[in-house]
């Protein structure tokens, strides 16, 4: 597998219990320009456990990411399926209606692996936004 940033805008996020775990499923469009034209690539993000339950009420249509993982192509029925194993998630920035501002940079906030639910080296005291 590789490992790989996916630096886009949520298109749709879902999660759901599977046994007795969340799993939380979202698309991230990443755009491009070649020869002038717009190309967007969707990738398909899985993020499982805790972490899953607590970012999932964050990850609003529109809002910016930058999604790290092991990155992986599925074939299916003659299509390509670009797939992200999520490790580390970065809001960047909400939707843009006209009542929600972009948070300043300095309260962003990158949501590691032990973030939720993990503890252990590395973990401290700071509240956790979500």
């Given at each position: ?47 499982l456990g805790k972490r899953a ?78």
């Open positions: 597998m590789i490992s790989a940033t996916v630096i886009g805008h949520v298109g749709q996020a879902a999660i759901e219990e599977r046994g007795g775990y969340s799993v939380l499923r979202f698309s991230v469009a990443s755009n491009r320009k070649i020869k002038g034209e717009q190309i967007t690539t969707w990738v398909d993000c899985t993020l339950e607590g970012l999932a009420p964050h990850l609003q249509k529109g809002a910016r990411v930058a999604v790290t993982g092991e990155l992986w192509v599925k074939e299916h029925e003659g299509k390509r399926y670009v797939k992200l194993d999520v490790a580390n998630v970065e809001l960047i920035g909400r939707p843009e209606p006209s009542e929600r501002r972009e948070r300043p940079a300095s309260e962003q906030r990158r949501v590691e692996r032990d973030d939720f639910g993990g503890g252990g080296a590395g973990s401290d005291d700071e509240e956790i936004p979500f």
